[in-house]
């Protein structure tokens, strides 16, 4: 497909288990980021990579958040041991240079922690 | 502290008329800002965007002015069509970390036939 795709489109995950989110960006393009949006607020920045280096990881919310992109294409965001605060929709975007002005969005994967 | 603020959850209008959803930011290193569209079960998708250097931006129906010394930006719609309807977020970018967006909380638009 054209855009940034993400699974599973819908998680639902017992508090304590791991999860895997998975995104294939745009191919040929440089830039991932992955944003968590929870219900009624905006997408907030979790980490960027450019191509396989993590170049910041700053928004993660704990060390129980995880990210990588071992060889500059897909990317998949770790959590382990989740919480109920963890639900949310991840989104992952992608750009073809080093800016988040022209990044697309994939659809995100709606994840519920019961 | 939310740095991008959309106090107005949602908007609605008639069909023609003109919608005009606002942004405050409270960070003055933000120099650029852009909005974004949202369908339900859909990721945002990009609309209109302008750098700090200006105060307005114009395509098609969409305008969006930029009041740098009140920290303000509003987004213009018209005229408005039902298919308009949608969460719009305003989102800034700071210098030297153009990578990084931050987002407002949103607002629902809702545009009636």
């Known amino acids: 497909g054209a855009g940034v795709s993400q699974s599973p489109r819908y998680k639902v995950a017992k508090r304590g288990q791991d999860v895997a989110l998975r995104c294939d960006p745009i191919s040929g393009h440089v830039s991932l980021f992955w944003y968590q949006q929870a219900l009624g607020q905006g997408p907030e920045f979790l980490t960027y990579?450019?191509?396989?280096?993590?170049?910041?990881k700053s928004g993660l919310p704990s060390d129980r958040f995880f990210a990588e992109r071992p060889e500059g294409s897909v990317s998949t965001l770790k959590i382990q041991r989740t919480q109920q605060e963890d639900s949310a929709v991840y989104l992952c975007?992608?750009?073809?240079?080093?800016?988040?002005?022209?990044?697309?969005f994939g659809n995100g994967t709606r994840l519920t922690v019961t | 502290d939310q740095q991008v603020k959309q106090n107005s959850p949602s908007l609605s209008v008639q069909e023609g008329r003109i919608s005009i959803l606002n942004c405050d930011y409270t960070n003055s290193m933000f120099d650029y800002f852009l909005w974004y569209k949202k369908y339900p079960a859909e990721g945002p998708t990009f609309l209109i965007s302008?750098?700090?250097?200006?105060d307005k931006n114009e395509d098609g129906r969409f305008t969006v002015f930029l009041n740098k010394s009140a920290k303000h930006l509003s987004l213009h719609i018209v005229p408005s069509q039902p298919g308009d309807s949608a969460v719009y977020f305003c989102?800034?970018?700071?210098?030297?970390?153009?990578?990084?967006?931050?987002f407002g909380k949103g607002t629902l638009l809702t545009v009636n036939p």
């Open positions: 990579f450019q191509n396989e280096a993590q170049l910041d």
């Open positions: 302008i750098s700090s250097i200006k």
């Open positions: 989102a800034a970018e700071r210098g030297g970390s153009n990578y990084k967006l931050t």
């Open positions: 975007a992608s750009s073809l240079g080093d800016s988040a002005r022209r990044i697309q």
